[in-house]
């Protein structure tokens, strides 16, 4: 150590004339010292003042330079050390020698700032700022050959693409290029690893996506699951997960999705849906999820339709009944459910058989397979009446619904199933759904939806307790006073948050329960007629006018 306290006082005199030879010979000590002991000595040379000296050895024309930036990189291993390099303004000065020429300068350049920034989003932020993405882009164009620096390149893009602020300016250079063009030439694992590190960031931007795709990533990725598909390395079922994935990230673009699928017609949508009869479980899972993602648009949907993918989507959930693989069971019915969105595809689908494998996973107890499977179902029942009728009597559906209308560990299962409880209802319009769901003991599920904070949910409740109280009343009566309906109405009409529809919706379902003498009681007794009077001055006129008609109703049952 007294060596190294020798170095560093004639480094603080040798910096101020500059004496190049007794400079070097001083560096040359610290880095030996830092290498025995990097701790020890980084704290000596804090405490002797040395760091506020080194952004003037920063020199590009100097032959020390290397040395100071590596001395710097060292000391920075040390998070205690980061913020005092910062503070002898070492950031700035270290910025600008990324455009050297010298490539061990921006090797030792990169080493350092990578450091210092380490962990840091303010610090990784104020290097974004200062313009380096795309000195850095253009330095591993230069020196692709240079494995160094091109690792050096690779980690700091990994780190500053985590940065969102990162994506525009990432988006404004030739980096989706400059990385399939690295990523063709690697043969090495490890070094495929790395570039996917950067890439599954940076595929998170809609710009980026579509770059990579016109770059030739998908070509590359496609490569990697031929190669490791049938793998058991680690290594090969590691790669493939990760090209499967990044391939499923890049469809999640609008524009690099439309590209790929090119009409269906597209090598790279009849690759994709060779994944899916794969016995490979990665593979079908990113297949399916691909699928769900290609189907994003009513045309994609009709023309996949069309061309029999539903029957390879039921083939797959068929197999994993019994396999039970939650991830594919996951993914097949969110494919399913997109599918199922356009009005044509429905009754196709459900002649397919769909409802009926999809209600084989009725016993699943994982709440994103519930969750997929109600959503699948609403999807297709809306505007079947058929469909929704023979599903809506459907004892055990209907059981199972009202159980999970309970899953308050699980708001996303609740709110489905309480939206295809009213779904079978209002698409079938039949007395013998509407029995079974009062059976069931889904009624008081439906009134609580009406208290909703979503007014499409409060909507769909208050319809289907529309239909209800008109195809069965003194079958739901019990229910509805039970539940409050009457006091739930009087407080949605007397919610001036209420939307219009809630308003109309809640007026023509009091005109309904009217017939039921408890609930008419209850009507009565909460003077609903001062309410609805005030309505009849709403501005819009559809609910003014039902306001007159359910006074007149009130009034004459008064």
């Not at 610290?30 to 804090?46: G, H």
């Not at 350092?112 to 253009?138: E, F, R």
């Not at 039921?314 to 399913?336: C, M, P, Y």
Request: proline share 3%; hydrophobic share 45%; aromatic share 2%.
């Amino acid at each position: 150590m007294d060596n190294l306290s020798d170095a560093l006082e004639k480094l603080k005199l040798a910096s101020t004339d500059s004496a190049t030879d007794s400079v070097e010979s001083c560096l040359d000590c610290l880095l030996k010292a830092l290498s025995n002991n990097n701790t020890e000595a980084s704290v000596k040379i804090q405490e002797m003042g040395v760091l506020p000296l080194l952004p003037t050895l920063l020199n590009p024309q100097s032959s020390c330079t290397p040395k100071v930036a590596n001395i710097i990189a060292e000391v920075a291993k040390n998070e205690f050390m980061r913020s005092p390099c910062v503070e002898a303004g070492l950031i700035p000065p270290l910025t600008q020698l990324l455009t050297s020429p010298n490539q061990e300068v921006l090797l030792q350049t990169g080493r350092a700032l990578g450091n210092i920034c380490y962990d840091s989003h303010s610090l990784q932020a104020q290097l974004i700022n200062m313009g380096v993405i795309p000195t850095l882009v253009k330095l591993l164009g230069i020196h692709s050959h240079n494995t160094a620096l091109t690792e050096m390149c690779l980690i700091a893009f990994g780190n500053l693409a985590e940065l969102e602020s990162s994506k525009e300016q990432f988006a404004s250079t030739n980096i989706a290029e400059e990385l399939v063009r690295l990523f063709q030439k690697q043969s090495e694992h490890e070094k495929k690893e790395m570039i996917f590190e950067v890439l599954a960031p940076l595929a998170e931007n809609d710009v980026i996506k579509l770059q990579l795709v016109e770059a030739g990533l998908v070509e590359c990725l496609l490569e990697v699951v031929d190669q490791t598909v049938d793998g058991e390395r680690e290594e090969d079922i590691a790669q493939l997960k990760t090209a499967s994935d990044l391939m499923v990230l890049l469809l999640l673009g609008d524009e690099s999705m439309q590209k790929l699928f090119e009409g269906g017609k597209g090598s790279v949508f009849q690759r994709v849906l060779s994944w899916i009869p794969s016995h490979n479980h990665q593979l079908q899972l990113a297949g399916a999820l691909a699928i769900a993602n290609f189907a994003r648009n009513d045309g994609n949907c009709i023309h996949m339709v069309d061309t029999g993918i539903v029957q390879k989507l039921l083939e797959l959930l068929d197999r994993h009944v019994e396999e039970g693989n939650v991830t594919v069971q996951h993914a097949a019915l969110s494919a399913l459910r997109n599918l199922a969105i356009p009005v044509v595809n429905k009754s196709k689908m459900l002649s397919a058989g769909v409802a009926d494998v999809v209600l084989r996973f009725l016993q699943s107890e994982m709440p994103p397979v519930q969750f997929k499977l109600l959503g699948t179902l609403r999807m297709l029942i809306d505007t079947q009446a058929e469909a929704a009728d023979q599903l809506g009597t459907n004892g055990k559906l209907v059981e199972r619904l009202v159980e999970w209308c309970e899953a308050k560990d699980h708001a996303g299962v609740m709110g489905e199933s309480n939206r295809l409880l009213s779904a079978l209802i209002r698409h079938s319009k039949s007395k013998e759904v509407v029995r079974t769901v009062i059976q069931g003991g889904g009624v008081k599920h439906l009134v609580t939806m009406a208290t909703s904070e979503h007014m499409i949910m409060q909507n769909e409740a208050l319809v289907a307790l529309g239909l209800i109280a008109a195809l069965d009343l003194v079958a739901a009566e019990k229910d509805f006073v039970g539940a409050n309906l009457v006091s739930v109405l009087h407080k949605l009409l007397s919610d001036e948050r209420s939307a219009p529809e809630i308003k109309y919706n809640s007026m023509i379902l009091i005109c309904a329960v009217m017939g039921s003498e408890p609930l008419h009681k209850e009507v009565q007794s909460l003077a609903f007629i001062d309410v609805v009077s005030k309505l009849r001055a709403h501005e819009n006129k559809t609910v003014s006018h039902q306001a007159s008609l359910t006074e007149q109703r009130l009034t004459a049952q008064s």
